[in-house]
Each structure stands twice: as structure tokens, then as C-alpha cells.
């Protein structure tokens, strides 16, 4: 249990690190974080407390449509938020374009490991990529759900002033082979039975087992789509980010 819990946590930090380099980077943001950068910037509160307010009010969406948050989902609420903040306050700003865009990369292929990481622990997704699959299990497609609701954030984030460009690009066309790669390397491994020597997959109270490497998790397992789509853990900011 303590493997997994590191995982997790190690994950969600790494995540908020992983958004507090493409701020940094200022080359673009993904989808949801354009959306919580147009509210800080109305409103004046910091980056990571607008995580944690919108993961918080995305998670309540999820009381009608009955789906059960695990320990993963609260976490990713708290932690991404207070830990981007924490990375912004040691990071630079740096100015020559090489070091942006070198930021900007750190901070993808981080985001994908991040995501590994947590998804991987099996403690639930997080609020984002959950109130997409809830949606989806509705009988619609998780490609439209998902497009949709990454479409939408996205638009709303650019008309209250968030960064659009390059790198929300880059994060979209890269989220989905990364988090492809590493969600079946950071899950929990099959175990063997004593009486039967049957591998068995293991999961958690909250969720259903984790397939092993040879098996990617679908949608249903991991909370998110392994493909690209625009923007996508925080957690998890999904986020694939999900989001996050």
C-alpha cells in the first residue's frame, strides 16, 4: 500500500510541477489549464487555488450522475493545486526561446509521467476525467464527450485571456502517446495465487483492478482516453491530464 500511495502523491506533485513548467514556458497551455489561467487573471487568485476551485466544483458535478470519487480524486483536488503553486514560487521565467521551449518539453513528457504515475496507483482519476467518463457511460461516445468538454474549457479559458499558442498544441498531439506509454509501466502488477498460481489483477477499494503492460487500460480503468485530443490530469491538471 505505502508503493501505491507513493505513486500517487508522487504523481500529483509531479504534476503540479509539471503545469508550473509550461506557465513558465509561456508558449501555451492545455485546455483546462488556459481555463484556470483566465480566471486567475480575472480574478486574482492564484494559479493553484483556481485548480483546486474548479476541480472542487467539477467534482460536485459528479453527485448526479452518481459517481463515487476514491481517495486518487480528493487527492488530485488538493495536491495539484498546492503543489503548482509551490513550483511557481522557485521556478524562473526564463527569456531566451531555447529555454522556453526546453521548459515547455520537460514539462509535457513530466505531465505524461505524472499521469502514469497516478493513474497508475489505482485510486481513482481525477474529477475532470471522471465527469468524462460518467458522462460517457451515459451512452455517449467518449471521443465526443471528451472533445466536447475539452473544446469547451478550452474556448472559455481563451476569452477570459489564457494562453493559447504552440505548446496547447504540442500538449495535445503528445499527452495521448505518453500517457499511453507510461499508465501500464506505473500500474500495479498482476500477482500470483499460492493455490492455483493463476495471476490475478490487482485494484483498489475505489476502483477496478489495473491491467499489466501488456494490456493498456481502457477508458472504463484509467479515467481517461488514450489518444489525442485538444487539451487534456490536474490530478490531474488528466489533466490526461486529467487533471488533473
Same mark, same amino acid.
Request: aromatic share 6%; proline share 7%.
Given at each position: =500500500?505505502?508503493?501505491?500511495?507513493?505513486?500517487?502523491? $508522487?504523481?500529483?506533485?509531479?504534476? $503540479?510541477?509539471?503545469?508550473? #513548467?509550461? /506557465?513558465?514556458?509561456?508558449?501555451?497551455?492545455?485546455?483546462?489549464?488556459?481555463? &484556470?489561467?483566465?480566471?486567475? #487573471?480575472?480574478?486574482? #487568485?492564484?494559479?493553484?487555488?483556481?485548480?483546486?476551485? !474548479?476541480?472542487? #466544483?467539477?467534482?460536485?458535478?459528479?453527485?448526479?450522475?452518481?459517481?463515487?470519487?476514491?481517495?486518487?480524486? !480528493?487527492?488530485?483536488?488538493?495536491?495539484?493545486?498546492?503543489? %503548482?503553486?509551490?513550483?511557481?514560487?522557485?521556478?524562473?521565467?526564463?527569456?531566451? =526561446?531555447?529555454?522556453?521551449?526546453?521548459? /515547455? *518539453?520537460?514539462?509535457?513528457?513530466?505531465?505524461?509521467?505524472?499521469?502514469?504515475?497516478?493513474?497508475?496507483?489505482?485510486?481513482?482519476?481525477?474529477?475532470?476525467?471522471? /465527469? =468524462?467518463?460518467?458522462?460517457?457511460?451515459?451512452? &455517449?461516445?467518449?471521443?465526443?464527450? @471528451?472533445?466536447?468538454?475539452?473544446?469547451? %474549457?478550452?474556448?472559455?479559458?481563451?476569452?477570459?485571456?489564457?494562453? %493559447? $499558442?504552440?505548446?496547447?498544441?504540442?500538449?495535445?498531439?503528445?499527452?495521448?502517446?505518453?500517457? &499511453?506509454?507510461?499508465?501500464?509501466?506505473? *500500474? +500495479?502488477?498482476?500477482?500470483? +495465487?499460492?493455490?492455483?498460481?493463476?495471476? @490475478?489483477?490487482?485494484?483498489?477499494?475505489?476502483?477496478?483492478?489495473?491491467?499489466?503492460?501488456?494490456?493498456?487500460?481502457?477508458? +472504463? &480503468?484509467?479515467?481517461?482516453?488514450?489518444?489525442?485530443?485538444?487539451?487534456?490530469?490536474?490530478?490531474?491538471?488528466?489533466?490526461?491530464?486529467?487533471?488533473?
Amino acid at each position: =500500500m505505502s508503493s501505491t500511495l507513493l505513486k500517487l502523491y $508522487g504523481g500529483l506533485v509531479l504534476f $503540479g510541477v509539471s503545469m508550473a #513548467l509550461m /506557465l513558465r514556458a509561456r508558449l501555451g497551455l492545455d485546455s483546462w489549464d488556459v481555463l &484556470h489561467q483566465g480566471i486567475s #487573471l480575472r480574478t486574482g #487568485l492564484p494559479f493553484g487555488w483556481v485548480v483546486i476551485a !474548479v476541480g472542487a #466544483l467539477v467534482l460536485l458535478l459528479w453527485v448526479p450522475l452518481r459517481q463515487r470519487p476514491g481517495l486518487g480524486t !480528493v487527492s488530485n483536488v488538493i495536491v495539484v493545486g498546492l503543489a %503548482v503553486d509551490a513550483a511557481l514560487d522557485v521556478l524562473p521565467a526564463p527569456a531566451p =526561446m531555447w529555454a522556453r521551449v526546453a521548459f /515547455l *518539453a520537460v514539462g509535457v513528457v513530466a505531465n505524461g509521467v505524472a499521469t502514469g504515475l497516478y493513474i497508475g496507483a489505482g485510486l481513482g482519476p481525477g474529477p475532470r476525467d471522471g /465527469l =468524462m467518463t460518467a458522462l460517457a457511460a451515459r451512452g &455517449h461516445s467518449i471521443r465526443v464527450v @471528451r472533445t466536447a468538454i475539452e473544446l469547451t %474549457v478550452l474556448g472559455a479559458g481563451w476569452l477570459l485571456g489564457g494562453s %493559447v $499558442g504552440v505548446g496547447t498544441v504540442v500538449y495535445a498531439l503528445a499527452i495521448g502517446p505518453l500517457a &499511453h506509454y507510461f499508465i501500464p509501466r506505473f *500500474a +500495479s502488477r498482476p500477482t500470483t +495465487s499460492a493455490s492455483g498460481g493463476n495471476s @490475478r489483477r490487482t485494484g483498489s477499494a475505489s476502483g477496478p483492478a489495473v491491467p499489466d503492460s501488456a494490456n493498456p487500460l481502457p477508458p +472504463s &480503468h484509467t479515467g481517461c482516453e488514450l489518444h489525442s485530443t485538444t487539451g487534456t490530469g490536474t490530478a490531474g491538471r488528466s489533466s490526461c491530464p486529467a487533471r488533473a
